[in-house]
């Protein structure tokens, strides 16, 4: 069976999520809060974005695949 790809990438950015959420336990600093704010937020908005759409094109292409069989 294939994996999909939008499902793995969800799977992973919420194991990292987890990993980041565990890190800010200990990391309280203003460094931290710049990271979060400047990297780790866009990231992961933009990730989520992108596994969407992602997901999207997926099932439009499985769509046309099954409408076009013989």
């Given at each position: 069976?294939?994996?999909?790809?939008?499902?793995?990438?969800?799977h992973l950015l919420r194991v990292i999520d987890s990993i980041?959420?565990?890190?800010?336990?200990?990391?309280?600093?203003?460094?931290?809060?710049?990271?979060?704010?400047?990297?780790?937020?866009?990231?992961?908005?933009?990730?989520?974005t992108y596994l969407s759409a992602l997901g999207e094109c997926?099932?439009?292409?499985?769509?046309?695949?099954?409408?076009?069989?013989?």
């Amino acid at each position: 069976m294939f994996a999909r790809p939008d499902e793995d990438g969800g799977h992973l950015l919420r194991v990292i999520d987890s990993i980041w959420r565990k890190t800010q336990q200990s990391w309280r600093d203003d460094l931290a809060r710049n990271f979060e704010t400047a990297y780790w937020t866009p990231l992961l908005t933009e990730s989520r974005t992108y596994l969407s759409a992602l997901g999207e094109c997926l099932e439009t292409m499985s769509a046309a695949e099954r409408d076009t069989e013989f």
